[in-house]
């Protein structure tokens, strides 16, 4: 199946590998593969669509004369997958004229911009993007990448085996807050944040679970972000994350070391001699972000951000690399060959 949708108001390649989901890897076919909504699903793009392919978790259905599997096949029937995946990627907000709002206001943007479009904010499942992120704790990429697919493979049910690889659930909230976690996690190598990511299950249940979490979602910006932090191990920082990953709050700014050094680099000179980011600090760095962006501040400072990351630097976007390629194949049958510029000196 596929949704119409431009590069420049989605780039695959960067919104699912700048470090906001980490359960999304790149196949050597150049298919993105991941776990999404119960689901596997298998996506590519080219200049005007997302292309995608999903893999359905395998159902035992009852035999034909029972109600309850005619109705497993309706709903079966029924999912709206293309739905599912414009949520996901948020492709209501038109991704275009943010940026061109942007540029406007900060010739370091639209700098940045050249090379960096299509970088969109994913819509995240709340339980599975708090986890991640208290994963993320003095974390790199890959490593996060590790610990949430244990997490799956030891506390999430398995959904399917595609291609020889067993793709899983992430774990529900009651298993990561049963007791014996902390010790488990500690075993399978999470460090101190084996004990956050028991004890912060643990007060999500006390809290009322699923809802509570979802019902973040309603609330202001401070309000969610105050809830957050009362939970064991999320700082300003991850509770930022989450605000802006999953609880729908576009005008929060997770402030890190990169943000930090692009902040007293470029918006916040003054800082330069600063070492740390202290809480004045990081309120001063999210208040000029936010004063200059406006109230998708989240969503331009993941540009940013992306264009700061190591493994994103090497290539550029999709769009700009066609292009590129293109300028290529022009100039080089524009050039004439060495062997025909023998010939014609030698005539």
């Not at 029972?66 to 079966?76: D, F, G, I, W, Y």
């Not at 414009?86 to 370091?108: G, H, M, T, V």
């Not at 962006?293 to 994103?312: E, N």
């Amino acid at each position: 199946m596929k949704i119409p949708c431009k590069m420049a108001e989605l780039s695959l390649d960067i919104s699912l590998n700048c470090g906001q989901s980490f359960r999304w890897k790149k196949s050597l076919t150049g298919e993105w593969i991941g776990v999404l909504g119960g689901y596997l699903w298998l996506m590519t793009q080219d200049e005007t669509c997302i292309n995608y392919r999903v893999v359905q978790p395998s159902v035992k259905i009852e035999p034909a004369s029972s109600p309850s599997a005619v109705k497993t096949e309706l709903l079966k029937e029924c999912i709206d997958y293309e739905h599912i995946l414009k949520d996901y990627f948020q492709l209501n907000i038109d991704l275009e004229s943010l940026y061109r709002q942007w540029s406007l206001a900060d010739p370091n943007f639209n700098q940045v911009a050249k090379n960096f479009a299509g970088v969109r904010m994913l819509r995240q499942d709340p339980v599975e993007n708090l986890f991640a992120f208290i994963c993320s704790s003095n974390n790199n990429i890959q490593r996060i990448t590790g610990m949430v697919e244990k997490l799956c493979e030891n506390y999430g049910n398995q959904l399917l085996t595609h291609e020889d690889v067993a793709y899983y659930s992430f774990p529900a909230l009651e298993s990561l807050a049963a007791d014996k976690v902390e010790s488990r996690l500690r075993t399978l190598g999470f460090g101190y944040r084996a004990k956050f990511i028991q004890q912060s299950a643990a007060k999500i249940v006390e809290n009322g679970g699923r809802d509570w979490l979802m019902n973040l979602r309603n609330l202001s910006y401070p309000e969610a972000k105050t809830a957050l932090m009362t939970l064991p191990g999320i700082g300003a920082k991850v509770a930022d994350c989450i605000c802006l990953m999953s609880l729908d709050h576009s005008v929060a700014i997770p402030v890190d070391t990169h943000v930090f050094q692009i902040a007293k680099a470029s918006y916040v000179p003054h800082l330069s001699q600063t070492k740390s980011v202290t809480d004045k600090v990081y309120k001063e760095i999210s208040a000029h972000f936010q004063s200059l962006f406006g109230p998708y501040a989240g969503w331009a400072h993941s540009v940013l951000f992306s264009a700061d990351l190591r493994h994103l630097k090497a290539e550029p976007s999709p769009a700009k690399k066609r292009s590129r390629e293109k300028s290529q194949d022009v100039s080089s049958k524009e050039k004439p060959k060495k062997d025909e510029i023998r010939r014609k000196s030698k005539k």
